[in-house]
């Protein structure tokens, strides 16, 4: 009688430690944004704070695009703080100790940042190929479209077919991301929850009979089912033979782009603890692992093929024992 109670216990704590998406539970300031990944936020004393790549609590928050919080508690566009703000951002001259070789001048070159403004570093480039225009660490350099909201701390975002998932406490790139109370369709916009397709239509598991029982696998290999060419659900279903003995293949460590990715992974400059049909919410630690290639979100690593596979396809009827 006390087995059923403990397994209770035990899945009750593993999920305590997931963030999960929720709605909005706060009303926030005028200026300030409401986000379940928190970052570190400048002031107009403290206009360049030193952030770590991890989440703070959810709340309200100062955008990342142009606001600090000055000292009576308010998100305040920059530029309302003055010569002050501005004589502390112009004190960092990286190029005053450097010197350059011939045909070339020094420029502050901007280092990524989890909070905007960042100490840039000197470079020395022709002069030919200088930027236009300075673009300063954390600021805005893309247009975000409608519902979208700038972050230099990015989190999950929900979906119209995964309208609540677990997400790990670390930051994403910065870019443009669906606030709380929005979702991402599948044509990769960002509209109100109550303007999802009704009955999770986005998001369609498979049904057809499992794959391989139509897959004949020659001696010493056995069938998976293995969705193709596939980011998100529904997804096309094949059965494919891999070795009875494989075990769990490392994940492919690149250093470029994404090009070098296998079929249904993306490449992520701030890597994530990945789940598998075992343990689909692993407790991850804060903080980014290697840059990579990774299961996308609703996407397991199959420990057999090391192949990421849809996280229906964990159902005991769509696997082979």
């Not at 959810?58 to 703080?81: E, I, K, L, T």
């Not at 029982?213 to 193709?228: F, Y």
Request: aromatic residues 4%.
């Amino acid at each position: 009688m006390t087995r059923p109670i403990n397994i209770a216990i035990l899945f009750g704590s593993v999920f305590a430690t997931l963030t999960l998406i929720n709605a909005q539970d706060q009303q926030c300031k005028p200026n300030e944004i409401y986000t379940s990944c928190g970052s570190c936020e400048a002031t107009c004393d403290n206009p360049q704070p030193m952030c770590t790549m991890m989440c703070r609590p959810a709340g309200c928050y100062c955008p990342a695009s142009g606001f600090v919080r000055n000292g009576n508690g308010d998100c305040v566009p920059a530029s309302v703080c003055g010569a002050k703000m501005v004589q502390k951002r112009n004190t960092v001259d990286p190029c005053a100790t450097t010197t350059c070789g011939p045909k070339e001048i020094c420029v502050p070159k901007e280092v990524q940042c989890i909070r905007a403004p960042c100490n840039p570093i000197p470079e020395c480039v022709i002069p030919k190929e200088r930027s236009k225009r300075q673009v300063f660490p954390g600021e805005q350099t893309q247009t975000c479209k409608p519902n979208e909201q700038y972050t230099t701390c990015g989190g999950c975002e929900s979906t119209c077919g995964q309208p609540s998932l677990a997400c790990a406490a670390m930051c994403r790139p910065a870019g443009c991301y669906c606030p709380s109370g929005f979702s991402r369709t599948m044509n990769g916009d960002c509209v109100h929850d109550s303007q999802c397709p009704t009955g999770n239509s986005e998001f369609i598991p498979p049904t057809e009979s499992n794959p391989c029982n139509l897959v004949d696998c020659p001696p010493n290999h056995r069938c998976i089912p293995m969705p193709v060419n596939c980011l998100r659900g529904p997804c096309q279903v094949e059965g494919r033979c891999v070795s009875a003995g494989l075990g769990r293949v490392a994940r492919s460590l690149v250093t470029a782009d994404s090009t070098q990715c296998d079929l249904n992974e993306v490449f992520e400059t701030c890597g994530y603890c990945e789940g598998t049909c075992e343990d689909r919410h692993p407790t991850c630690e804060s903080g980014c692992e290697k840059p990579g290639c990774y299961c996308p979100r609703g996407f397991i690593r199959d420990k057999l093929s090391g192949r990421c596979l849809h996280e229906t396809l964990c159902d005991p009827t769509w696997r082979m024992h």
